[in-house]
């Protein structure tokens, strides 16, 4: 029990530090997604300055890695690798649908723009949402895997 919660712990802080390394490097692959999925229809003005997103995305990739090493502390190397790369996947897969529903959605509600190009500051773009609702989602087969595993064993007994 005690191995659990050092390792939960460290797990959660090393979230919070990957969350804080990444952050610029999450946030152009989001204005990249922004450009290419509305076919360069929205420009990018301004500075590109930011001190830090918001909590919710730091607190997701914590809680999203302290889940996931919860769900895989007992597991074999091979069912380890296989669960991150799909949560990887899955965390890939919807920064690109949010990211890319965002920026259509913003060019659709421009009905003041030259020439269809809606024009956004950096910082109009809501990165910690994006970035942190992906994290949630990309943890569920996990949770999934750990209430199946804690019920499990109430329906033997019965």
């Not at 997701?60 to 091979?78: C, E, P, S, V, Y």
């Not at 919807?94 to 890319?100: A, D, N, P, Q, T």
């Not at 509600?109 to 030259?114: G, I, M, V």
Request: aromatic share 12%; with cysteine; charged share 15%.
């Amino acid at each position: 029990m005690t191995k659990k919660i050092i390792f939960g712990i460290l797990a959660f802080v090393i979230g919070i530090i990957i969350a804080y390394s990444s952050e610029s490097f999450f946030r152009g692959i989001i204005q990249d997604i922004f450009k290419w999925s509305t076919s360069d229809k929205i420009q990018l003005v301004e500075k590109n300055f930011f001190v830090f997103s918001n909590k919710l995305y730091f607190l997701t990739f914590g809680i999203g890695l302290l889940i996931l090493m919860l769900d895989n502390l007992n597991q074999k190397l091979a069912d380890y690798l296989k669960n991150i790369i799909i949560s990887l996947l899955i965390f890939g897969i919807l920064i690109l649908g949010f990211s890319s529903l965002d920026a259509n959605l913003k060019v659709v509600e421009c009905t003041a723009c030259d020439n269809g190009i809606r024009k956004l500051h950096w910082n109009d773009i809501n990165y910690g949402l994006i970035l942190g609702l992906s994290a949630i989602f990309a943890i569920i087969p996990s949770l999934i895997r750990i209430i199946k595993r804690i019920k499990k064993p109430a329906y033997n007994n019965v």
